[in-house]
């Protein structure tokens, strides 16, 4: 059991998670507010030897450094890699202190999402008809940049609605080739698609200047990856053409610091993460909780 258990900012835990987090500290401490600096960070951790942190905080070296009561650090949110982590990993080992994360528990609503964002692209519900007539998801070429579990769900849920997926990932899937899904070199299935989907780790980007120009116009290019997956310069110059489409939820998705790519005609962006549901924070409050159980047993 923690002797204090500390969310440092807005952790998203539903209220029965909130409730079991009890039975694993003998103190609880949950901060409702994002913490503006690291010296309130450290104001907030104290003493603790457990904490609980989100996406929005990074738990630094000199953090740590700070509170030497640190045990263990859950976070509640994606942990792809240690590299694009917002807490430092590889110092924490070196001091002792478990970091847990977790992932896959937005997925279903980032499938929802690309297929209500086609289907209204494609037969011009609420917005232009991108080609002259309207278009079905059947036939339609489909290209996924990463297949892991959503873009793996993402292809699934085309290829069902008969559309004809192509994929690259860094590693070949041979029960999505079973399923008639193509691998194709990064280039050429840009080259080949009519709608391309980036589906990337955060902070990975493989879309540059010569991507954009194998991927041409009068093309769709919808990102569902935590963080943009294109060079913001090439992008922008991709979207100099009228023709062309850009899709996301989140402005970070976009990638643009200056936020004038949001303002153009052709970017269409949700202004919301389409994978924070209901569902998913549930998902997401057993997740941090099986981390902690986890970490108590093995401790």
């Not at 709608?195 to 780790?201: A, F, H």
Request: hydrophobic share 40%.
């Amino acid at each position: 059991m923690f002797e204090k258990l500390v969310a440092i900012e807005p952790v998203s835990l539903v209220p029965f998670a909130q409730n079991e987090l009890r039975k694993y500290a003998k103190e609880v401490q949950l901060f409702e507010d994002i913490p503006e600096n690291d010296e309130e960070i450290v104001q907030r951790i104290g003493n603790a030897d457990g904490v609980l942190v989100s996406y929005t905080s990074q738990i630094t070296r000199s953090i740590m450094e700070q509170c030497p009561k640190i045990q263990y650090i859950g976070m509640c949110c994606s942990l792809y890699s240690e590299a694009s982590a917002n807490v430092d990993i590889a110092f924490a080992r070196k001091k002792g202190i478990k970091v847990l994360g977790i992932r896959d528990y937005g997925d279903r609503g980032v499938v929802e999402y690309v297929l209500y964002q086609l289907v209204r692209i494609l037969h011009g519900f609420d917005f232009p008809m991108w080609q002259e007539e309207a278009l079905e998801l059947t036939g339609l070429k489909v290209g996924i940049v990463g297949l892991g579990v959503s873009g793996g769900m993402i292809a699934d849920a085309l290829a069902m609605m008969g559309a004809k997926v192509a994929y690259y990932s860094r590693t070949r899937k041979p029960d999505k080739e079973k399923a008639g899904m193509a691998y194709l070199p990064l280039n050429q299935l840009l080259a080949e698609s009519q709608v391309v989907i980036t589906c990337l780790n955060k902070n990975v980007i493989l879309l540059h200047d010569e991507q954009f120009q194998y991927l041409g116009n009068k093309k769709i290019l919808m990102n569902t990856s935590i963080g943009t997956a294109s060079d913001t310069d090439a992008l922008a110059a991709w979207l100099e053409s009228e023709e062309n489409l850009y899709c996301c939820d989140t402005k970070a998705a976009i990638g643009d610091p200056t936020g004038r790519l949001i303002q153009k005609d052709n970017v269409i962006c949700m202004g919301a993460s389409v994978g924070r549901t209901k569902q998913a924070f549930e998902l997401l409050s057993r997740k941090v909780l099986d981390n902690i159980r986890l970490f108590l047993e093995e401790s």
